[in-house]
């Protein structure tokens, strides 16, 4: 059943381990891959229509979090599972597209950034192909990285997608989700232009705030995560809320600790990306706190 909905030529088999077309998908329409460097299209059948014909402008990156890659893809492509997303990229840096771009994939669930909390609609969903916190979390290899760059560069360009628009799922999902997690190389990407980034404030000894803090401290805390997009509430309550969101923000920006504990590093990190951010890209009057 591996064959069929390839884009690709066949004349490269040789060289590749044949995808795991998952059964019942070959026999759907394939698509045009909307980016250049897509070798192969597996149609998903889990999308909709984006909302009110959002145009997305940001990115989404995941791991798949499964043990295999064939499980993963049926998972993201077969009728019944309610997800998908727009690529999966696998370890030996191919890329399939399951979701033509205009369309609006599956990936993020129950999910907000800077005011809007339909993330799926804005965005394009990346699941990278990695087995995750569950199974034992592996590195994820530099071909890999590379192919997860060109892709987002490409996508940035065609969509002028702003860098600090280019998230993890952690970040649109805080309470729900890990991925792609502290061991994926965000440095890597800034350094090929994708995704915003600062060198992260060294870790010192110091006041910080946690879990259980009440206090205009708090708040201010609370307000400058808000700022920069998080869906975090301002009520001045270290809550399990807030941690989630300082976790989030680790997992990304500060990954040598990821405790929660807002200490001067990470809110040092914050400020120094709240200053870099460009003038537009000014926070969200408000946002649906939970
Ligand atoms: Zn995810």
Not at 22 to 27: L, N, S
Not at 238 to 263: C, K, L, N, S, Y
């Amino acid at each position: 059943m591996a064959s069929g909905s390839s884009s690709s030529s066949n004349g490269d088999s040789k060289r590749q381990r044949t995808l795991p077309v998952p059964k019942g998908v070959a026999e759907l329409k394939t698509f045009t891959p909307d980016s250049s460097i897509a070798s192969d299209v597996i149609p998903s059948v889990n999308f909709g229509e984006r909302a009110n014909g959002r145009q997305p402008d940001m990115i989404v990156l995941h791991y798949t979090g499964m043990p295999d890659v064939e499980g993963a893809i049926a998972q993201l492509c077969t009728a019944g599972t309610e997800v998908s997303a727009h690529y999966i990229v696998l370890e030996d840096g191919r890329i399939v597209q399951c979701v033509p771009e205009s369309k609006r994939a599956w990936h993020a669930g129950v999910s907000a950034w800077a005011g809007e909390d339909d993330i799926n609609s804005c965005s394009i969903g990346v699941e990278i192909v990695n087995r995750g916190h569950d199974w034992g979390y592996p590195d994820f290899p530099l071909r890999q990285i590379a192919a997860v760059i060109a892709l987002c560069r490409g996508i940035m360009l065609r969509r002028k997608v702003p860098s600090h628009r280019v998230l993890g799922h952690s970040d649109v999902a805080p309470a729900r989700k890990k991925d792609p997690g502290e061991k994926f190389p965000w440095h890597s990407l800034a350094n090929s232009g994708v995704g915003h980034w600062v060198q992260p404030a060294p870790i010192t000894r110091g006041t910080a705030l946690k879990l259980g803090a009440i206090s205009d401290d708090v708040s201010n805390m609370q307000a400058a995560f808000r700022r920069y997009g998080y869906n975090i509430p301002t009520n001045g309550k270290f809550d399990g809320a807030t941690m989630e969101v300082v976790t989030a923000f680790q997992r990304h920006f500060r990954p040598e600790r990821v405790d929660g504990i807002a200490d001067q590093s990470t809110m040092a990190t914050l400020h120094a990306l709240l200053a870099s951010l460009p003038p537009d890209a000014a926070a969200p009057a408000a946002v649906a706190s939970k």
